[in-house]
């Protein structure tokens, strides 16, 4: 099966905090690419990152990083110091190898609000 | 910067209408996508189109739905009895030269059937 699975449904912070957002998923693909989306209040979906499964060296961008593990099954993104305009809902997605058009599987999703 | 466009922003029909949306893809981009959220839940796919042609369906995407890209820009999604339950966000996504390439995504049609 394929699957994206975002155990966090809500996390909370404090301006200027440190805050982890986790995604594990499952495809029995060796070739696959994962992405970060993030939808603000507004409704959009804004593209963040995208990493092929050969690729596990991990990414920051600014206050981003993403953390890939292949053995567990994880890529993981933390915001460093976070700021009241990084309050959104964050989607981690799966496009499998096999399915050669492409599509995206989404995880539920992670709501982060970040308070001054 | 290119973006992907979607008109209309929001759409209110009556139950058993039929209702169309419609995107502008990237203009350089082959791969064209149809997803939609339902309030508060995950993004679905519904339904992928490259070189005039449906290459994936999901089990969502049923009799009642239809895809066209009617000339050399337009992309639309057709919805032909509308349900109450088809009540959502709908987005098109298109990528550029492979299909694994980057979704860049519209901002979205909302759709309230009554």
């Known amino acids: 099966a394929q699957k994206v699975t975002q155990a966090q449904t809500e996390i909370s912070v404090v301006e200027k905090e440190d805050v982890t957002l986790d995604c594990v998923y499952e495809?029995?693909?060796?070739?696959?690419?994962l992405f970060w989306y993030k939808q603000p209040p507004s409704g959009e979906l804004v593209f963040l990152i995208r990493r092929n499964s050969f690729d596990e060296q991990n990414e920051i961008s600014g206050r981003y990083s993403w953390n890939f593990q292949k053995s567990t099954s994880s890529f993981n993104f933390t915001i460093t110091a976070s700021q009241v305009v990084d309050s959104a809902v964050y989607f981690c997605?799966?496009?499998?190898?096999?399915?050669?058009?492409?599509?995206?599987?989404f995880g539920q999703g992670t709501t982060l609000q970040v308070k001054p | 910067e290119p973006e992907v466009t979607q008109t209309p922003s929001h759409q209110v029909t009556q139950m058993g209408q039929e209702v169309i949306l419609r995107c502008v893809p990237i203009s350089n981009h082959l791969y064209f996508y149809w997803y939609r959220q339902i309030l508060g839940q995950k993004v679905e796919f519904l339904v992928s189109?490259?070189?005039?042609?449906?290459?994936?369906k999901s089990e969502i995407f049923d009799d009642q739905f239809s895809v066209e890209r009617p000339d050399g820009s337009n992309f639309t999604l057709k919805i032909r009895s509308t349900k109450l339950e088809d009540s959502a966000m709908y987005f098109c996504?298109?990528?550029?030269?492979?299909?694994?390439?980057?979704?860049?995504f519209g901002p979205g049609t909302r759709l309230l059937v009554l």
């Open positions: 996504a298109s990528t550029g030269q492979g299909s694994i390439e980057t979704q860049y």
């Open positions: 997605a799966l496009s499998p190898g096999s399915s050669n058009t492409g599509k995206l599987i």
């Open positions: 189109f490259y070189n005039n042609e449906i290459s994936e």
């Open positions: 495809t029995r693909d060796t070739t696959y690419y």
